[in-house]
């Protein structure tokens, strides 16, 4: 298990995180979301014993990660800039791979060589960004980790290269149980991989809860009150609504049935509740309104 708890770190004076907590459970796949800032690069170079944190503990499988040499060599991580030796082929990283890595598997390595389909001769600096990161996914899968831990890690796939490398990653959860972590904006990705999701700001981790119990707690509704009824009734707890004709739409804080018996007392013509997707709950989560996109006229 990750778990992180009152995580502060400051620079110069500035919290980039800010009591930040967040649990992960062995053998899922935790998506970390949040906007630019929020501080999610930062708690994972804390994951990954980059920095230290000035308090509270990151632990994974209850030990401290900080200057825990075993630990790390159980755990992988592709970060947005990964980094290689500047006149380094694949070849030459995979050696050096190996030496840190006591479960390295040059089996795997070599069987991986067909997947990703790039001469292992090449330097890797001339190689395109998205052959760069194949070969990120390549070496890391080779390490046979029991953490991954990735910032942004399908950034400049192509679609069927995206879905191969989430097809590996997926079956390492199923057959070995790794644990991965991962931040993306890319939300509808995650959507399709995460067991589980957290949302966080300003250096705070503000919600963690299952995909599944993330999509109960709130609802989208598409409603057509009675002839006459023009506004949303201002009782109702309503974090957003918008109108085009006679449809009103309307975010709510609650399960679908809950609302569908709330909204029943005025006798509306139509309620449908349509499911919420993951970038939907991140938006209104952050503040509804707030994190909408803004129409600006010039």
């Given amino acids: 298990m990750i ?17 930040a907590s967040l649990s992960v459970p062995d053998g899922s796949v935790y998506g970390l979301v949040g906007p630019n800032g929020a501080g999610k690069s930062t708690l994972i170079r804390h994951l ?45 990283m995979m050696r050096f791979y190996r030496g840190f890595y006591p479960r390295f598997s040059v089996e795997r390595y070599e069987k991986l060589k067909e997947v990703f389909n790039i001469d292992e001769k090449k330097t890797i600096r001339r190689l395109s ?13 080779s390490c046979m980790p029991d953490y991954l831990i990735l910032d942004e890690p399908v950034d400049g796939l192509d679609p069927v290269m995206r879905r191969q490398v989430w097809s590996l990653m997926m079956g390492d959860v199923s057959e070995r149980g790794t644990t991965v972590l991962v931040s993306s904006h890319n939300l509808r990705e995650l959507e399709d991989v995460c067991d589980h999701v957290g949302i966080m700001d300003h250096g705070r981790v503000l919600l963690e809860r299952s995909l599944a119990q993330l999509q109960d707690n709130m609802v989208k509704l598409q409603v057509v009150f009675p002839d006459g009824m023009t506004e949303v009734p201002p009782e109702l707890p309503v974090l957003h609504s918008s109108r085009i004709g006679r449809i009103h739409t309307l975010i709510m804080r609650m399960n679908a049935q809950e609302a569908t018996e ?10 449908d509740a349509v499911p919420l997707t993951l970038e939907e709950i991140f938006i209104y989560e952050l503040g509804g309104a707030d994190y909408a996109v803004k129409d600006i006229v010039l």
């Fill in 129 to 141: 960004k998205g052959m760069q990161k194949q070969v990120a996914f390549w070496l890391a899968l």
């Fill in 262 to 271: 709330r909204l029943t007392g005025y006798h509306p013509m139509l309620v």
């Fill in 48 to 92: 990954t014993g980059i920095y230290r944190q000035d308090s509270g503990t990151v632990r994974m499988g209850g030990a401290d990660v900080w200057e825990d040499a075993e630990l790390k060599r159980r755990v992988a991580a592709i970060p947005d800039d990964w980094y290689y030796f500047n006149q380094a082929s694949i070849r030459d």
């Fill in 3 to 19: 778990e992180v708890k009152d995580a502060v770190k400051r620079f110069d004076g500035f919290a980039a995180l800010d009591g």
